[in-house]
Structures are given as C-alpha cells and as structure tokens.
C-alpha cells in the first residue's frame, strides 16, 4: 500500500499538469487568433496601404473564434505539455518557459506543414513575393510564441506558491 503524502504529491501535479494544460489549450488558440488576425492584417497594409485590407480584421477576428480551437488546439497542447515539463523539472515559474514552450510548438508546426524558411528573391526578380513570405513566418512565429508565452502568464498565476513536490518554493 502506497503512503498518503506520496500519493498526495501525485495527485497534486497531476492537478498542476490538468491546469497547464487546460488553460493553454483553453486560452492559447485565442490568443494565438488575435496576434495572427492583427499580424496578417498588418502585412496586407503594408503591401497595398489603400486596398481596405483593415477590414480583414474584423473578419479574421469573427470568423477565427469558429476555428481557432480547431487550428491551435494540437500546437497549444504541445507547447502545455513543454511548460508543464519545464515546471516540473525545475520547480520555478519563472517567464521564460512560455516562450520557450511556444518556440518548441512553433518548430512542431513547422517541421509538420514542412514550412521551408523563405529565400531571397533572385537578382532582378521583384521582392514582393520574398516579403511576403518572410512576413508570414514572422507572423506565424509571433502567433505560437506569444500565444504560449500569454497562456503561460495565466497559468502561472493559477498555480499554487509550492513547487510542485509539495516543498515550497
């Protein structure tokens, strides 16, 4: 028979872990929304200024609350379970696990969706489509990192002043 305070630490970080995860899996994907809607929107009016591209963002912001969950939830997830890890390991909330949780969700997606890092345009060709290219890997980068590094905040809040085998930190 297992002793009570060793199931107690058990049953307490897998409450810790459940909270990580269900608050970047939650709030993650929102997040994430936001920063892509605002970043897309920022890189069409900075290609064409007059061409009403700020009214994609109302759009993206509408729409994206339908799919948000469905496209972040498997990046979100992965970046909670990292955090989650690095919390446990090292016992500390400190702000530097969300973006790196996020950096580490981030290379996932790419390496999944084969994503190939953009090439300069070729001499006289025009750089539109290299600008493009460039900006949507840094929007793509900004939405995972910053959407980690949010859900982060919150749950670091969230979780208890004890570190999580139960000595206090």
Same mark, same amino acid.
């Given at each position: 028979m297992q002793d009570v305070p060793h199931t107690r630490r058990i049953q307490g970080r897998l409450a810790r872990v459940s909270w990580i995860m269900l608050i970047f899996v939650g709030l993650g994907p929102l997040i994430g929304l936001v920063v892509f809607a605002v970043g897309m929107t920022a890189l069409g009016l900075a290609s064409e200024p007059r061409s009403g591209t700020l009214l994609v963002l109302p759009f993206?912001?509408?729409?994206?609350?339908?799919?948000?969950?469905?496209?972040?939830?498997?990046?979100?997830?992965?970046?909670?379970?990292?955090?989650?890890?690095?919390?446990?390991?090292?016992? =500390?909330?400190?702000?530097?696990?969300?973006?790196?949780?996020?950096?580490?969700?981030?290379?996932?997606?790419?390496?999944?969706?084969?994503?190939?890092?953009? =090439?300069?345009?070729?001499?006289?060709?025009?750089?539109?489509g290299w600008t493009s290219d460039a900006g949507i890997v840094l929007v793509l980068s900004a939405t995972h990192v910053l959407a980690a590094t949010g859900a982060w905040l919150v749950a670091r809040q969230a979780l208890p002043a004890s570190a999580p085998d139960g000595a206090t930190s």
């Open positions: 993206f912001l509408l729409y994206g609350l339908f799919f948000a969950h469905f496209v972040g939830a498997a990046s979100a997830a992965l970046a909670g379970a990292v955090a989650s890890a690095i919390y446990g390991v090292t016992q =500390r909330k400190s702000a530097w696990i969300g973006p790196i949780s996020g950096a580490v969700a981030l290379g996932a997606a790419i390496a999944y969706a084969g994503v190939q890092a953009p =090439r300069p345009p070729a001499p006289g060709a025009a750089p539109s």
